[in-house]
């Protein structure tokens, strides 16, 4: 989708090359949710054009592309999604104190603010550099605008290190869990309830598999420095027809979130392992793989060592699962406290938009 002329004409709101955390305010007061946001990207395209230099600029769809091509022995690769979820009475951004409230101020707008800011004002890189500002990352999987990018224009996304600015506190969060969602049914026979013993209950056989799930022993492992705990969890219960009658289906549904030295098949075999003997059928519904942290390939330690050595595991699914499907090493690092992201009271400490901006900085230039 092409960027308005009328936009073109007027230039954009946004001053990439002043205050990041003012920059982040500009941001968070476009409203973006999924699906509408054709309005930041022609503000970030048109300052992008206006501010920067030597890079070339494309659009694809509401995502907005930018690189260097100077010749530099290695490429760094800044992702950022433009999205955010519905507002909740949180636009237009407020500063208190330390803090900037506001929806996206977390997840991920100072994020983006930070990479815009640094493609603007870094003058003398040690890397090539590719931002890419996506639409989409929100919502379901299939209009993901990152997804589109690897297919339409994959030779974009090449780099020998991948940064993805979701909130990570100020931390180094290295790769991510996969994550497995299986269906375990069990059939019985139905009967009335006041002649139980008529029927067999499939709930009950259900009883077993909770058993299993309560005593699992999550397994720990230590992948490049970062420290990945798994889980298997019960997260839904169906089954039961009326309160008179013995049911003769019933469900649990389990999610594993497992460590990114497992593929998908390994982690579907482990469940089949965990469940073994049980009068029960196990039906895959969801999967994504992990990514591994990869900081031991040179751009990923060089991150690290500029982010003072402060690296711990990812656990949940990110996008740099797409980029580790690619063989490039990916973080999460960025601004905001993960756990206030989409939250009405969603904020972000100033202090760490600055912060974040100075170890990237000192990473890009050195």
């Not at 960027?3 to 205050?19: K, N």
């Not at 009271?345 to 974040?356: M, N, S, W």
Request: a negative charge; hydrophobic letters at 40%; aromatic letters at 4%.
């Amino acid at each position: 989708m092409a960027p308005s002329s009328a936009l073109r004409a007027s230039g954009s709101s946004l001053d990439l090359r002043g205050d990041p955390v003012e920059l982040t305010a500009a941001l968070v007061d476009i409203p973006s949710e999924s699906r509408h946001e054709q309005r930041i990207a022609d503000e970030i395209e048109a300052a992008l054009r206006e501010q920067t230099d030597g890079f070339e600029i494309i659009r694809n769809g509401d995502a907005v592309l930018a690189r260097t091509n100077r010749g530099l022995p290695s490429r760094v690769l800044l992702a950022g999604h433009i999205d955010t979820v519905p507002a909740a009475d949180n636009v237009p951004s407020r500063r208190v104190g330390d803090e900037l409230h506001g929806c996206g101020t977390s997840d991920m707008k100072s994020g983006d603010a930070v990479f815009l800011h640094l493609a603007a004002t870094v003058a003398d890189p040690a890397h090539d550099l590719t931002l890419v500002m996506y639409d989409c990352e929100e919502i379901e999987a299939s209009a993901n605008g990152l997804g589109r990018i690897e297919r339409e224009l994959p030779e974009w996304l090449q780099a020998d290190v991948a940064i993805l600015g979701e909130p990570s506190g100020g931390f180094i969060e290295a790769g991510c869990q996969g994550t497995l969602r299986v269906v375990v049914s069990a059939t019985g026979t139905r009967a009335h309830s006041a002649r139980s013993w008529l029927g067999d209950n499939a709930i009950h056989k259900l009883g077993a598999v909770l058993d299993r799930l309560a005593a699992y022993q999550a397994r720990s492992i230590d992948i490049d420095g970062c420290v990945y705990r798994e889980g298997l969890s019960a997260v839904r219960i169906d089954g039961g027809i009326a309160g008179n009658v013995i049911p003769d289906a019933a469900s649990v549904t389990v999610n594993f979130r497992f460590a990114p030295d497992r593929t998908v098949d390994q982690a579907l075999a482990h469940v089949h392992e965990v469940l073994d003997g049980l009068d029960v059928t196990v039906e895959q519904t969801d999967a994504a793989a992990g990514a591994l942290p990869g900081l031991t390939r040179p751009a990923a330690a060089a991150l690290v060592e500029a982010a003072g050595g402060q690296a711990r595991a990812k656990y949940g699914w990110t996008d740099v699962a797409r980029f580790a499907a690619l063989g490039i090493p990916a973080v999460n690092y960025g601004p905001g406290d993960p756990n206030l992201a989409h939250r009405a009271d969603e904020r972000v400490d100033v202090g760490q938009i600055t912060a974040t901006t100075e170890v990237l900085r000192r990473y890009l230039t050195a």
